[in-house]
């Protein structure tokens, strides 16, 4: 039967965190929600965790401590739903969500109560000790109890030694105390620091502040004929006095420098550290550990997803191409919205390619038509979406939007996809000059394959080999008699020669395939917008540079960077995040016609490696790591200052960085 204590004690909190979000906007809940499952969680997995009763104990210990908190974050919630609509704060980092749980807030009411129950226990006196405080008539424990809090001057161990009085008419006379054990210093400076403020607020005179303190090092002070004759009254109104200002000074002590309200000097013998050291300081305070299962994000990192995601409108998803990893975190993400879904996918595949995923995505046979695909164009046909895990995610993600989630292809044609936009350029209507223009380009295609798949050389492909005379030829053809569909892929196949036929690292390829992208996605996101109720969510998956705000590693403004803006001009957010892997192997295709081969990776090849070292040399090795970016923005160069211009793109281009220490090829789905 104990065995079922610890369960019964989880169903309590999520029991009690249902009842204090129930009222709260969707969003709202499900992120707390999440967030104390994902403690829950982490509680029940963590092998030095206390089992049985033991454990159940445990958790409702923290249950009955953080209702203060959870009452002061359900207020702060409340009173945030209520507020109009934030908008245009993504650009700074600026999170308008409630705040978290408030560690600091019962941390802090923890130390000051602990501090003012020290200062109470160190500062009294027994009944025994003061005769004035029996004679007024207070019962025996109750005048202990009263004259340990009025006496702030003298400990529980001492006082009976230093304040024992005979009954004789008390002298006139100075009397020098004993030096005060060392046990009873550290309330010493509680005291003083209490002394100090309490005069300069006006609880004490200053003169009663020199009088209390202490003439040396020792501790050893004097005490006037004047203190010695008071009567019980007098002493009991100014020990209130010090009570009161050892209350403030504990609380002083506790909060101040928590609140920058107290701070040490700093001198050179307390010199600061390096910027990269305050920099990772920082990093450490917005380290998360995240895990993912059946589709579902866990561990401290999940709340962090939960609610950023339920504050955007756009998701954009960076990733290195080729590895398992990346399709299994978009899954888990396209959950994580719960009725709040994605609308639209926006993808690195050309439109023609995105809507045959589409819908082969929405049948139940889907991974055979996906199969049948690759088998008549083996090579090279799509870019991405070739693999496995890639396609079970649109599947998973489709599910998620109820068999509704568009996908937006808003890149350029594959390598390998003439042979496909051929075959769907025939299928549409065409006139008998333009279908004769297509055949003979299908027919060269052909050819090129054959050529390519002896050389192994893909710029052999007609893709990139084609003849720019005859696709002008195969153009006019379409102008006269082809039909606006055939047109448009015609156009698309064009474009794409021109791309793909130099370098991708050129920069003019470079900026022209990042217009295009542009260009796909506004005319997509506003046919959507025109033809819903609201303004789609969309979840945006590409190469890891493509998704940075502002300038990318490459020196270049990308999609990330255009969603962002146009995010800010829509008065909603975006959320930029990257999944990093360390190390691993990925598949690459060299040669045409051959299977792929596995070659392994390291971050620290990846342009502007440097800037990634603070985050991959700090991660959790047993978990995969979430970094929040975000909260470092503010004051970047006071972290870090300005020695490393590839530290400031990553932390004000990427808001979660992701970083996984291992990464393990897509299987290819042939």
Same mark, same amino acid.
């Given at each position: ?10 169903? !309590? ?54 209702? @203060? ?205 390096? @910027? ?117 995610? !649109? ?93 448009? !892929? ?138 929040? !970016? ?6 970047f160069n006071a972290l870090a200052g300005a020695a490393s211009p590839d530290l400031a793109t990553l932390v004000f281009g990427i808001d979660l960085l992701v970083v996984v ?10």
């Amino acid at each position: 039967m104990r065995f079922q204590l610890l369960p019964l004690a989880a169903s !309590l909190v999520r029991a009690w965190t249902r009842a204090y979000t129930r009222g709260l906007p969707a969003a709202e809940q499900r992120a707390r929600r999440a967030e104390v499952e994902s403690d829950l969680w982490e509680f029940q997995h963590d092998a030095h965790a206390p089992r049985a009763a033991w454990g159940a104990m445990h958790v409702l210990a923290r249950l009955a401590a953080g209702i @203060p908190d959870d009452l002061a974050w359900r207020i702060d919630a409340g009173v945030t739903a209520r507020r109009a609509p934030v908008t245009a704060l993504a650009a700074a980092g600026v999170m308008t969500s409630p705040r978290r749980v408030s560690a600091f807030g019962l941390a802090a009411t923890i130390h000051v109560v602990a501090l003012s129950a020290a200062t109470w226990m160190a500062s009294g006196a027994t009944p025994d000790s003061d005769p004035g405080l029996r004679h007024a008539g207070i019962g025996s424990r109750r005048a202990a109890l009263v004259a340990s809090f009025w006496n702030p001057q003298v400990s529980l161990v001492n006082q009976r030694g230093r304040y024992a009085r005979p009954s004789a008419a008390v002298v006139a006379m100075a009397v020098q105390r004993a030096p005060s054990p060392p046990a009873t210093r550290p309330f010493a400076v509680i005291r003083n620091a209490a002394a100090a403020l309490a005069a300069r607020v006006g609880l004490t005179s200053a003169s009663t502040a020199a009088a209390r303190a202490p003439a040396s090092a020792d501790g050893l002070s004097a005490s006037s004929p004047a203190s010695a004759n008071r009567t019980p009254v007098q002493s009991l109104a100014t020990r209130w006095k010090a009570g009161v200002a050892a209350m403030v000074g504990a609380v002083a002590i506790g909060v101040g420098p928590r609140a920058g309200l107290l701070g040490a000097p700093h001198t050179a013998e307390q010199p600061q550290p390096p @910027p990269l050291d305050r920099f990772i300081a920082r990093l450490l305070q917005n380290r998360y550990s995240l895990a993912l299962q059946n589709g579902q994000f866990s561990g401290s990192g999940a709340y962090v997803l939960h609610s950023a995601i339920g504050h955007s409108h756009f998701v954009l998803l960076g990733e290195n191409h080729g590895l398992a990893q990346t399709p299994e975190f978009g899954a888990a993400l396209c959950n994580a919205t719960g009725a709040d879904r994605f609308h639209a996918m926006a993808i690195e595949e050309s439109p023609s390619a995105a809507a045959d995923l589409e819908s082969w995505a929405r049948r139940p046979d889907g991974l055979a038509q996906l199969t049948a695909f690759e088998k008549t164009f083996p090579d090279y046909a799509l870019s991405i979406y070739g693999s496995r895990e890639e396609f079970e995610m !649109l599947q998973y993600c489709d599910r998620a939007a109820q068999g509704a989630l568009h996908l937006w292809g808003l890149n350029h044609e594959a390598l390998g996809a003439a042979g496909p936009i051929l075959s769907r350029m025939l299928d549409k209507r065409l006139g008998e000059a333009a279908r004769s223009a297509v055949q003979q380009l299908r027919q060269k295609n052909d050819d090129a394959y054959s050529r390519a798949r002896q050389t192994g050389n893909f710029m052999d492909l007609f893709m990139m080999s084609a003849d720019d005379h005859d696709l002008a030829l195969a153009t006019a053809a379409l102008e006269h008699d082809g039909s606006p569909e055939a047109r448009s !892929l015609f156009a698309s196949f064009v474009e794409s020669h021109e791309i793909n036929r130099r370098s991708p690292v050129d920069y003019d390829i470079l900026r022209r395939r990042e217009r295009l992208m542009k260009t796909r996605f506004a005319d997509a996101y506003t046919k959507a917008a025109s033809a819903a109720a609201a303004p789609p969510k969309v979840l945006l998956k590409f190469g890891a540079y493509h998704i940075y705000r502002g300038l990318n590693p490459a020196h270049s403004t990308g999609i990330g960077n255009y969603v962002a803006e146009f995010a800010e001009a829509h008065g909603v957010q975006s959320l930029h995040i990257r999944v990093l892997p360390v190390q691993g192997s990925a598949p690459i295709h060299p040669r045409v016609g051959q299977p792929s081969e596995l070659r392994p990776f390291s971050f620290d090849t990846e342009r502007g490696a440097r800037a990634l070292e603070p985050v991959v040399n700090n991660r959790l090795e047993s978990a995969w790591t979430l970094f929040d !970016l975000r909260p470092l923005r503010r004051d970047f160069n006071a972290l870090a200052g300005a020695a490393s211009p590839d530290l400031a793109t990553l932390v004000f281009g990427i808001d979660l960085l992701v970083v996984v220490s291992n990464g393990t090829p897509a299987t290819d789905i042939r």
